[in-house]
């Protein structure tokens, strides 16, 4: 038996494996900051925006940012330019709580007339989140649609989110138009299980989306006018003595509103998972910028340190390089415009049918369910009144025409009876003239033919 050889292997190989070994070492330990920096590169709106550290570019002159910003996460932009002033963390998914309630609005808010009603029902209320955020709206009563959003706006009430929610479609179908809306704005961060912000697991956004948000919602009317509001009377119960409607008073719970000079809006959250959270708008000398601050060290800071960017934005205005941009919204223009169109008047209201298949989730008409409500009898209304209308129209022209035909085809002459040339007759044009006409002309004809008789003899 001869024995077993066993292969040895080159020196240079053992060589090469050796460098491939170590290689392979240092890429795997480089391999984290390769990520990082793809992901920085790939970030929305600029690869600075992508990085977790504080984000600003200051020229000569530029005041320095405020000292105290605990915001896990924060941005200042400039709502005209979409220019990004400086940022930290703008792209760190993040428990949104009610800020996202701006996507909510942003989505369904262009589908409803302000003054239509619907009944709510005890389906409209169901699910609620325990511990949320209610404005008070009650079952079994009707409620406009202006004082459901602000209901929202104001309140921050998820049961108005709801009962809007529902008049849409329901709760999945709205949340899944949000998300197709999320990823038109190009708010890749937002990831939406719930409509009205409450706590969800998997459920996050970003400052970068939040202001995204904000600057889209703005560009509507309505909107713009819900998140200013300061006060507003609430539609109750019905009180059992009088059985009348009830209302109480409701006020914004954004605590800049009408404290910081020139603010707008817009919303403002808190959960338990997603700390303090705020997104702010505010104009001054003719410039408007947005401030968006999460989770900041403790609740009450949310605002101060809002109120500090903000300071910082308009003395920074043009003594800092931008470090990002805030980018646009992708929807077709077609969709774009309708948006538009509806969000220019108070009213809102939904687009046309006619070419809704072309038209974004957010941008379709809302759907109408069996509940009770004004939407229905509106739309039989419209439906009633065009026709008779277009019948009534029809009926004036078939009689107009009528008459003008029996005009043409009537004798163009008056016949006199009489006179020393017997009968005759005098052509006197058409015979469409009043009785007083009639006889003034038939006088004239008399004359004449007496005239002619005179010369006769």
Not at 12 to 34: E, M, N
Not at 87 to 96: F, L
């Amino acid at each position: 038996m001869q024995p077993k050889r066993v292969q040895q292997k080159s020196p240079s190989v053992t060589r090469i494996a050796a460098a491939s070994a170590a290689s392979a070492l240092v890429l795997a330990a480089g391999a984290p900051a390769v990520l990082a920096q793809d992901t920085a590169s790939s970030a929305v709106g600029g690869e600075r925006l992508g990085r977790s550290d504080v984000q600003v570019a200051p020229l000569a002159g530029a005041p320095a940012l405020p000292r105290e910003l605990t915001g896990r996460s924060w941005l200042v932009a400039d709502a005209g330019t979409g220019e990004v002033l400086a940022a930290r963390n703008a792209h760190q998914p993040m428990p949104p709580a009610s800020t996202l309630k701006m996507l909510f609005a942003d989505t369904v808010l262009p589908k409803f007339d302000r003054s239509m009603e619907h009944q709510v029902t005890a389906a409209d209320l169901a699910n609620l989140g325990v511990g949320s955020s209610l404005v008070g709206v009650k079952e079994d009563l009707p409620y406009r649609v202006e004082d459901l959003w602000r209901g929202v706006f104001l309140s921050s009430g998820n049961d108005a989110v709801h009962v809007l929610a529902h008049m849409n479609g329901g709760v999945p179908q709205t949340v899944s138009e949000m998300q197709a809306r999320a990823q038109s704005l190009q708010a890749r961060d937002t990831k939406v299980i719930s409509p009205d912000g409450y706590d969800m697991d998997g459920q996050v956004s970003s400052a970068y989306d939040l202001t995204l948000f904000a600057r889209a919602g703005l560009r509507n009317a309505d909107f713009r006018s819900y998140c200013s509001t300061r006060t507003a009377r609430f539609p109750g119960g019905l009180d059992k003595t009088t059985g009348q409607r009830t209302t109480f008073d409701i006020a914004n719970t954004d605590r800049l509103l009408g404290k910081y000079p020139g603010l707008i809006g817009v919303k403002n959250g808190y959960t338990t998972n997603a700390g303090a959270t705020f997104t702010g708008a505010a104009e001054r000398d003719g410039r408007t910028l947005l401030v968006t601050v999460m989770h900041p060290q403790a609740q009450g800071k949310v605002y101060d340190e809002a109120a500090s960017l903000l300071d910082w934005g308009f003395a920074a205005a043009g003594k800092v390089q931008p470090v990002g941009q805030l980018v646009e919204d992708l929807a077709p223009k077609a969709a774009a415009g309708a948006t538009a169109s509806t969000a220019g008047t108070p009213s809102g209201g939904a687009p046309q049918a006619a070419g809704d298949a072309t038209l974004p989730p957010w941008s379709r008409p809302p759907v109408l369910h069996g509940s009770p409500g004004l939407a229905p009898a509106l739309w039989s209304g419209a439906v009633i009144a065009t026709g008779l209308a277009v019948w009534g129209t029809a009926h004036t022209v078939a009689r107009r025409r009528a008459a003008a035909s029996a005009a043409s085809a009537a004798p163009t002459a008056i016949r006199i009876v009489g006179g020393p040339t017997g009968a005759g007759t005098i052509g006197i044009g058409s015979t469409g003239v009043g009785g007083r006409s009639h006889r003034r002309l038939t006088r004239r004809a008399r004359a004449l033919l007496g005239r002619r008789s005179g010369r006769a003899g």
